[in-house]
């Protein structure tokens, strides 16, 4: 993806301060792209008068390949110019407030230097003017060749490439909502609005004659990937072959209809012999996102969360609040779900087992068993607050579980709770977060709240 870079001037210098002003943007903007790895960013010229911002905004609207506009005002540009552009701007901007020269020139200063070098000022009446039309936007303040200063504009050219992704995203729902519970409910069409987000229910009948569909070479190709790349930790390979028809039907099935999150129900099954267990563990490895239990929200930003982490190292992968050991002072969390939890988070090799589920009534289901990676991470819970939608942020602390669970047949977290258990969890249940989650190592809070922010919605910060 693309970030176009503006530069905005006018013409009271004259002709010489616009062909340095032109100049020093190639210059500037070059040395950015030299150093954003994970875009590209593109010189789109300078903003002169109206007309000029108008032609580049509605560029960059429908230029699919462009992901955001980062704007920087070498010198003066009246603002008033940049609104009729400013207000029909479709996607994210940054603000970067920077200048070409990194110290004065004390000996050779004179007018000349001055209007050409004028950022402190120009800038100004740009911040205005987005103030004034409440423009959503971040702005990044400093010398562009600064590390931390290239560091904020990769970090938000990431969150354009989600929030591209995210306006197109479609989620496929096996089933319903699991029945009664409320938290992972919402309203879809705000999230459609808000978010982007389409969400499609099918019937799990579909799915079901999709896995009927699926050959015995298929199935036996793909158990042969599994004992290659897993340890198989069981003498029921029947058991791991039924995932293996889950996940190719799984997947051609999402595929097909261009959905990259998907939700299952326990309660929902009919036509299947077990609960997709390491099917989805390994589609939400590829990069899928998943919601448990119907719950399509967190499908969703599992699957945007990924896509902003896509090129950082850590991950990003749906969880659950489950239990906690309350030992005072040093409490913690630990977090799984009945079978889908990401292997992305394994420590250890992950094994092959199967077992009953004991909720459900079908049969035993074969999934991944892991210890969880360690170091600090988020947790996001995304809810419906019934006047929009709210993204509630947790810092926590992934550890080692502090002793074997040799009987529990789940991969697992175990994380602290920032600033300590008591203080953190009653901020989390007071904000409403939900058992459900994203918990990330590649994303914190800021690109969360950049993120969310930009989609209309509330966000709290608990840490
Ligand atoms: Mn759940």
Redesign the pocket.
């Known amino acids: 993806m693309k970030i176009a870079f503006l530069t905005g001037s006018q013409y009271l210098y004259g002709e010489e301060t616009l062909k340095a002003v032109e100049k020093d943007s190639e210059i500037i903007c070059g040395e950015l792209d030299a150093n954003a790895p994970r875009v590209e960013i593109v010189y789109k010229g300078t903003v002169k008068t109206e007309n000029d911002a108008l032609n580049a905004v509605k560029e960059i609207n429908y230029d699919d390949e462009i992901a955001g506009v980062m704007v920087w005002c070498h010198t003066f540009s009246p603002a008033k110019m940049w609104i009729n552009a400013l207000k029909i701007l479709l996607k994210p901007l940054l603000h970067l407030h920077t200048q070409f020269n990194e110290r004065l020139p004390y000996a050779e200063i004179d007018m000349d230097f001055m209007n050409l070098n004028q950022s402190a000022h120009g800038d100004r009446e740009f911040g205005y003017i987005l103030n004034r039309l409440r423009i959503n936007h971040t702005t990044v303040v400093g010398y562009y060749k600064e590390p931390d200063v290239m560091e904020k504009i990769n970090k938000w050219a990431d969150f354009t490439v989600a929030e591209a992704f995210s306006k197109q995203l479609k989620i496929a729902r096996f089933g319903d909502n ?1 029945r009664e519970v409320a938290v ?1 409910e919402g309203d879809k069409v705000e999230a459609n609005i808000k978010f982007g987000w389409t969400t499609d229910y099918f019937a799990v009948g579909d799915l079901a004659e999709e896995i009927n569909a699926v050959t015995d070479a298929e199935k036996e190709a793909l158990f042969t990937e599994y004992t290659d790349k897993y340890l198989l930790n069981t003498s029921d390979a029947e058991a791991v072959k039924e995932q293996a028809k889950y996940e190719i039907a799984l997947r051609r099935f999402l595929n097909r209809g261009g959905y990259r999150a998907f939700t299952t129900n326990f309660q929902d099954l009919y036509g299947l012999k077990q609960l997709p267990g390491l099917a989805v563990q390994r589609l939400s490895a590829s990069g899928y996102g998943f919601g ?2 119907g ?1 399509w929200k967190t499908a969703a930003l599992v699957a945007v969360f990924k896509k902003m982490g896509e090129k950082r190292k850590g991950v990003s992968v749906f969880m ?1 609040d489950y239990t906690y050991d309350l030992k005072r002072g040093e409490e913690l969390v630990l977090g799984s ?2 079978l889908e939890v990401d292997p992305q988070a394994a420590k250890t090799k992950p094994k092959i087992e199967v077992h009953p589920l004991g909720i459900g009534g079908k049969e035993a289901p074969a999934r991944l068993v892991f210890d969880g990676i360690e170091g600090a991470a988020t947790a996001t819970s995304l809810i419906d607050t019934g006047l929009g939608f709210k993204l509630i942020t947790a810092e926590i602390e992934l550890v080692s579980q502090p002793e074997k669970m040799p009987k529990l047949p789940l991969g697992r977290l175990m994380w602290r709770v920032k600033p300590n258990f008591k203080d953190g969890v009653r901020a989390w249940l007071n904000a409403g977060g939900a ?2 989650t994203v918990v990330s190592t590649a994303l914190d809070a800021e690109d969360i709240e950049t993120f969310a922010l930009a989609n209309g919605a509330q966000f709290e910060h608990i840490g």
């Open positions: 699991m992972t448990a239990e719950d659950e779900h009945m058992h459900h």
